[in-house]
Antibody
Framework: EVQLVESGGGLVQPGGSLRLSCAAS????????MNWVRQAPGKGLEWVAN????????YYVDSVKGRFTISRDNAKNSLFLQMNSLRAEDTAVYYC??????????WGQGTLVTVSS | QSVLTQPPSASGTPGQRVIISCSGS????????VNWYQQLPGTAPRLLIY???QRPSGVPDRFSGSKSGTSASLAISGLQSEDEADYYC???????????FGTGSKVTVL
């Protein structure tokens, strides 16, 4: 059974840092592009970043460039999102998602990040 | 602010056909395939349509997608109460070098 389980969310002060993790199981993790997608409370979906199967290519939405870093550890079937210089507008549920544009798309249940003083 | 524009809402009675539009530009819908996602209340999104008009296994054939130029649409035929959800279009944008979601449309079954 495919599973994506996010962790690492919580309350952080503006300017702080947080590292999200996504533990993958039930499939060959190293064969898929992986994504982070977020959703602010009561708002729509916003794609944050993605990373190629071998980690050689990474793309980011403009609003997080220079602050967030996506990475993966294929040996540990894990996806990460290092978030620095956090702002109030980064408050959202962060979803880990596999192959979001193919028939093999799969999403985790999300982890809530709250940036507030 | 999203580069893909959708109507905020759509509604219909059970059995009716509902169509949701998605308007983009030459750098996204005009040059890349469109995907649609369904998000039921309190749950994670799921892929409903990929590559403009393809359904992943498990998605009922009541859902169909189409694309023309810089616009796309999602049709729900034979509307059912369980179709009440938020729907988002999405596509890669070559100018932004990023994946972009639409503004989202809430479907209500009357």
């Amino acid at each position: 059974e495919v599973q994506l389980v996010e962790s690492g969310g919580g309350l952080v002060q503006p300017g702080g840092s947080l590292r999200l993790s996504c533990a993958a199981s039930g499939f060959t993790f190293s064969s898929y592009w992986m994504n982070w997608v977020r959703q602010a409370p009561g708002k729509g979906l916003e794609w944050v970043a993605n990373i190629k199967e071998d980690g050689s290519k990474k793309y980011y939405v403009d609003s997080v460039k220079g602050r967030f870093t996506i990475s993966r550890d294929n040996a540990k079937n894990s996806l990460f999102l290092q978030m620095n210089s956090l702002r109030a507008e980064d408050t959202a549920v962060y979803y880990c998602a596999r192959a979001i544009t193919s028939t093999e798309s799969y999403w985790g249940q999300g982890t809530l990040v709250t940036v507030s003083s | 602010q999203s580069v893909l524009t959708q109507p905020p809402s759509a509604s219909g009675t059970p059995g009716q056909r509902v169509i949701i539009s998605c308007s983009g530009s030459s750098s996204n819908i005009g040059s890349n395939t469109v995907n649609w996602y369904q998000q039921l209340p309190g749950t994670a999104p799921r892929l409903l349509i990929y590559s403009n008009n393809q359904r992943p296994s498990g998605v009922p054939d009541r859902f169909s997608g189409s694309k023309s130029g810089t616009s796309a649409s999602l049709a729900i035929s034979g509307l059912q109460s369980e179709d009440e959800a938020d729907y988002y279009c999405a596509a890669w944008d070559d100018s932004l070098n990023a994946f972009v979601f639409g503004t989202g449309s809430k479907v209500t079954v009357l």
